[in-house]
C-alpha cells in the first residue's frame, strides 16, 4: 500500500510534510506520495481576514482527504480551525518545535535597537499588536507572501536574491516578523536577528506543531472511543502523536473556541508541560497596542479533558477582565 499525503505546493509546506512523510514511512514500513492540493490561501491576495480566515489553509486539503484523494493531510497546526470537520480527526500531533516569533532586521538590529519609525512588517493582527505594545513608535506594515517573499523585503539579510528597493516587494523594509518553526524547516535561520521571548510576544495557538489529519475511519482509536482503525497506517499515526504537544495545543485550541476568537482576533496562547503540571499563558490585545489582557493558569489534569478544562478556565478569567473590550475577539 502507498500512503498519498495532502500537501500544500509552498516551499515550507513541502519541506515540513516531506519531513513527516518520511517519519510516517520509516515506523510504518509502506511508501508515501505526495499529492500537491491548492488552496484559497495559496491563490487569494489581500489579508488573512479578506480571504476568509484560517480555515483557507485547510478546506482544500480536508475536501481531498473527504473525497478520498488522499490518506492523510498535514497542517501548520495554527491555521486548523478549531471547530470539528466531519468525518476527519486530528490522529497525530508529531512533537513540536520552536514555539517562538522572530525579528529579522537589517543590520541585525534587535528590536529595542531599532529606530523610531522604522518599518517592519507582518501579516498577523497577533504580531502587530504585541509589536505595538513593545514599540509604539514603530510602523507596522501589513505584508503577504510567502517565507522568502517576505524576507526578501529587508535588505541585506543572507540568501536574498534581490537587493533593489521596490516598495511593496523587495528591500523596503526594516524588518519582518515571522515564526522560528518555519524559518528552521527551511534552513533560514541565519536570517534571524532576535528571538522574540514570550514575555515580549506570545505565539499563536499550535504555533510550532504539526496537525495530521486523516478519516476518522482510518486514526487511531482516541481514549473513550470505539471509533478508528488498528490498521499498519493508524500505527504508524500513532507513533508519531506527542502527547505534550496534544496536550499544550489542545488546552490552546480550547482557549480560542471559548474566546470565539476568529483568525483575525489578536490572541496570543502558549501552554506546555512541566513535570506533573500543564501550563497555559495566553494575552488578547488591542490591535493598536494600546490596552491588553494577560493572565496564566496551570492544572494537574494530564488528559485532553483536563488540558481543554485549562483552556475554558483561563478564557473566562480573560473574559471576566474585559478581553471582549478592547479586541474584536471575532474578527475573521
Given at each position: ?6 500537501t500544500r ?5 513541502l ?5 513527516t ?31 476568509g480566515?484560517?480555515?483557507?489553509f ?7 482527504l473527504l ?8 497542517h ?6 478549531t ?22 532586521a ?11 519609525g ?5 501579516g ?6 504585541q509589536l ?25 539579510l543572507?540568501g ?16 519582518v ?12 535561520l541565519?536570517t ?12 499563536a ?23 478508528g ?6 500505527q ?11 496536550l ?6 480550547a ?26 499563558e ?6 493598536d497596542g ?7 493558569r ?7 479533558v ?27
Amino acid at each position: 500500500m502507498t500512503v498519498r499525503i495532502g500537501t500544500r505546493a509552498s516551499k515550507l509546506a513541502l519541506t515540513q510534510t516531506q519531513q513527516t512523510a518520511d517519519q510516517l514511512a520509516a515506523v510504518g514500513g509502506f511508501p508515501v506520495e505526495l499529492v500537491h492540493i491548492r488552496t484559497d490561501g495559496d491563490v487569494l491576495t489581500g489579508s488573512l481576514s479578506q480571504m476568509g480566515g484560517t480555515g483557507v489553509f485547510v478546506a482544500a486539503l480536508r475536501d481531498a482527504l473527504l473525497r478520498n484523494e488522499c490518506d492523510v493531510a498535514i497542517h501548520s497546526l495554527k491555521d486548523l480551525p478549531t471547530g470539528a470537520a466531519v468525518g476527519l480527526s486530528l490522529a497525530a500531533t508529531p512533537r513540536r518545535v520552536d514555539v517562538r516569533d522572530v525579528l529579522c532586521a537589517r543590520d541585525g538590529l534587535k528590536l529595542a535597537d531599532l529606530p523610531a519609525g522604522a518599518r517592519v512588517g507582518t501579516g498577523s493582527p497577533r504580531r502587530a499588536a504585541q509589536l505595538r505594545t513593545a514599540r509604539p513608535d514603530l510602523e507596522i506594515v501589513d505584508i503577504r507572501g510567502n517565507v522568502d517573499t517576505r524576507l526578501g523585503r529587508v535588505p541585506g539579510l543572507p540568501g536574498n536574491t534581490v537587493s533593489d528597493v521596490v516598495p511593496g516587494k523587495s528591500c523596503d523594509l526594516d524588518a519582518v516578523v515571522l515564526a522560528a518553526a518555519g524559518l528552521e524547516r527551511i534552513s533560514r535561520l541565519d536570517t534571524v536577528s532576535e528571538f522574540l521571548e514570550t514575555d515580549v510576544m506570545l505565539p499563536a495557538a499550535g504555533q510550532g506543531a504539526l496537525a495530521i489529519e486523516c478519516r476518522t475511519s482510518d486514526a487511531p482509536p482516541r481514549p473513550g472511543s470505539a471509533e478508528g482503525s488498528k490498521e499498519v497506517l493508524a500505527q504508524a499515526l500513532a507513533a508519531l502523536d506527542d502527547p505534550d504537544t496534544r496536550l499544550a495545543v489542545t488546552a490552546e485550541r480550547a482557549l480560542l473556541a471559548r474566546l470565539e476568537a476568529g483568525c483575525a482576533a489578536p490572541v496570543g496562547a502558549y501552554a506546555y508541560r512541566k513535570g506533573s503540571l500543564l501550563h497555559l499563558e495566553a494575552a488578547v490585545c488591542a490591535v493598536d497596542g494600546t490596552a491588553s489582557v494577560r493572565d496564566k493558569r496551570a492544572t494537574d489534569g494530564l488528559t485532553e479533558v483536563g488540558a481543554t478544562l485549562l483552556g475554558i478556565e483561563l478564557a473566562e478569567a480573560l473574559l471576566a477582565a474585559g478581553a471582549a473590550d478592547i479586541a474584536d475577539l471575532q474578527a475573521s
